[in-house]
């Protein structure tokens, strides 16, 4: 029986006003490019992103990164050092065992959430049940995927993908 997942988000830690992440996803690992922008006051807290992903980079102006361990596992979130609208440019990688099951969104809540996933396979279009516009990427070729998809806040985001329609005017 699995256990629970623990809860992240801790008691006072706020909405981002925007992230932009990148996706590259290839040989079953999600590597990604984030940058966030909030509107903070000294000491607030915003979850960057759960387990599974894993820091790889971190820069920001005015914001400093911070781990939270719970169950063995580590969540990182970025502190206000000072007041105003900043922002901060991470990275981050995370295993994907199995396309079928999705891609869930680890990062935090934010305003404003969009995402760029380029895939290493041909052949498959994203979907999300809190996507309110989904743009297949223009000129991949025939190896690879790719859409953007700007999601609505809140809700658990999970990106879905599906074996592409065929074309059956075409």
Excluded: C
């Excluded at 007041?83 to 440019?89: K, Q, S, V």
Aim: without cysteine; glycine residues 10%.
């Amino acid at each position: 029986q699995a256990k629970p997942a623990p809860a992240w988000t801790p008691d006072g830690a706020k909405t981002a006003q925007a992230m932009v992440q990148t996706w590259s996803i290839r040989e079953d690992r999600l590597f990604a490019g984030l940058d966030l922008t909030v509107r903070a006051a000294v000491g607030d807290s915003f979850l960057l992103f759960k387990p599974p992903a894993v820091l790889t980079d971190f820069k920001g102006d005015g914001l400093r990164i911070s781990k939270v361990e719970r169950d063995g596992q580590t969540a990182y979130y970025v502190v206000a050092e000072r007041e105003g609208t900043l922002t901060a440019r991470a990275k981050f990688e995370m295993p994907v065992p199995d396309l079928a099951q999705g891609l869930p969104l680890t990062t935090g809540p934010a305003a404003m959430q969009r995402i760029t996933v380029d895939l290493d396979q041909a052949g498959w279009e994203f979907a999300s049940p809190t996507a309110v516009l989904v743009l297949p990427a223009p000129g991949l070729g025939e190896s690879r995927s790719g859409a953007t998809l700007i999601l609505a806040p809140g809700g658990a985001p999970v990106i879905r993908l599906q074996p592409r329609r065929r074309d059956v005017g075409a």
